[in-house]
């Protein structure tokens, strides 16, 4: 529960600031003290029968809460969510005396919402703002519209320009103001709370380390660099950079600009390994697999020392030839010989010519070898006995 006192003037019919912020969300009630004046006198609360404070949401419609009156002050206990919105809350107070109301009081506060540290990409200062503020208005309705007015060199020269935190017309300023004496610059806005102009920091965080690359000799610093950035060597050959000597990959923090000076931190480069082992490759084997099947190589071995099994289909069987017969191999070859058959007959007939006697016959257990002869014209048979 958090408390606010608030003191209002029925005679100013004007939005009477109250200079309270409260928080948005995640805090239970929130109580209103209300001291209510006419002129300089404070009212008799006891007169009234009723008392009102009413809200107006950023969707247009009205919330009211009626409150408890003591004979002190009006005691009105609310929730965030009366208001639910972050930014500048419109309110009044309702008093009614017999049933009847008298003119409203009107009054504002703040509601503001913590935003935490998250980190907000962005390539400068302005574009981090922008973005920063599109989160916030699109996570809370209304949220007051503020921008980046312009830079001032000085805060004085700020505060000069402008006192009170309003423009030439009177209004108060929607927006903020960098102020470049600072490194990096920071972002000013006007409290309705402090009246005066307070100090948000800065946008972007502290820069980086950079790492510069360079290949050739570099007695001097680079342009942009600053003391703690890096320097890397990318050339093939050693350089002089600074009052170093470099290697390539060697990688260097700067510890002086004036003199440039570096201390070596190491390389990017690690050590030359062994060398490795020559690689072997072995057919261990092949295996005839069912025609269609797919072909398949396997290493049995090691990545170094390959041993391959060929797993090969068979071919398909061949188309049928053209022609046609009925003579069997058991036919024309008996014993198996797969010899030509035409061939064989050739020489065949060819010996039987050459052969005196190229016939047998037996006698008993004598075999004789015979054939015929023409003497003087007469044809004779001769026969021999075969030893």
């Known amino acids: 529960m958090i408390d606010y006192p608030i003191t209002l003037n029925l005679q100013n019919t004007h939005e009477q600031n109250t200079h309270i912020e409260a928080p948005m969300a995640n805090v239970g009630s929130i109580r209103f003290f209300l001291y209510v004046y006419n002129n300089a006198d404070e009212i008799d609360y006891m007169s009234y029968d009723l008392a009102r404070v009413v809200f107006q949401k950023n969707n247009g419609n009205r919330t009211q809460n009626d409150?408890?009156?003591?004979?002190?002050?009006?005691?009105?206990?609310v929730k965030s969510t009366d208001y639910d919105y972050a930014g500048r809350v419109n309110a009044e107070l309702w008093l009614y005396k017999d049933d009847v109301k008298a003119a409203p009081i009107p009054f504002r506060f703040m509601a503001v919402a913590s935003v935490g540290a998250n980190l907000i990409p962005s390539e400068n200062q302005m574009d981090a703002f922008d973005t920063l503020l599109t989160g916030l208005q699109s996570k809370y309705d209304n949220f007051p519209f503020l921008n980046s007015l312009g830079t001032y060199?000085?805060?004085d020269a700020l505060t000069a320009a402008y006192p009170d935190g309003l423009d030439e017309f009177g209004r108060r300023l929607q927006g903020g103001f960098f102020v470049t004496s600072f490194d990096p610059p920071h972002?000013?806005?006007?409290?309705?709370?402090?009246?005066r102009w307070e100090d948000m920091g800065s946008i972007s965080g502290a820069k980086g380390t950079i790492i510069f690359n360079v290949n050739a000799n570099t007695p001097t610093a680079p342009v942009e660099a600053r003391v703690n950035d890096w320097l890397m060597s990318l050339s093939d050959s050693e350089i002089i950079v600074g009052n170093l000597t470099m290697a390539r990959g060697d990688v260097a923090k700067i510890t002086s600009l004036d003199p440039f000076e570096l201390e070596l931190i190491g390389n990017v480069r690690g050590e030359k390994g062994d060398t490795g082992s020559a690689a072997t490759i072995e057919v261990l084997r092949t295996e005839t697999l069912a025609a269609g099947s797919q072909?398949?190589?396997?290493?049995?071995?090691?990545?170094?020392?390959?041993?391959?099994?060929?797993?090969?289909?068979q071919g398909e069987n061949g188309a049928d030839g053209e022609g046609s017969g009925d003579m069997t191999a058991a036919t024309y070859d008996p014993q198996g010989k797969k010899k030509d058959v035409f061939a064989a007959i050739e020489d065949s007939v060819e010996a039987h010519i050459i052969d005196?006697?190229?016939?047998?016959?037996?006698?008993?257990?004598?075999?004789?070898?015979?054939?015929?002869?023409?003497?003087?014209?007469?044809?004779?048979?001769?026969?021999?006995?075969?030893?």
């Open 295 to 313: 072909a398949v190589v396997i290493n049995e071995g090691t990545e170094n020392a390959a041993q391959f099994v060929f797993k090969l289909p």
């Open 356 to 387: 005196p006697m190229p016939h047998q016959f037996t006698d008993g257990s004598v075999v004789y070898r015979y054939g015929l002869q023409v003497n003087n014209g007469i044809v004779v048979m001769v026969y021999e006995e075969v030893e």
């Open 153 to 155: 060199p000085m805060v």
């Open 187 to 195: 972002f000013f806005t006007w409290s309705t709370i402090t009246e």
């Open 67 to 77: 409150c408890f009156i003591t004979s002190t002050h009006i005691l009105c206990e």
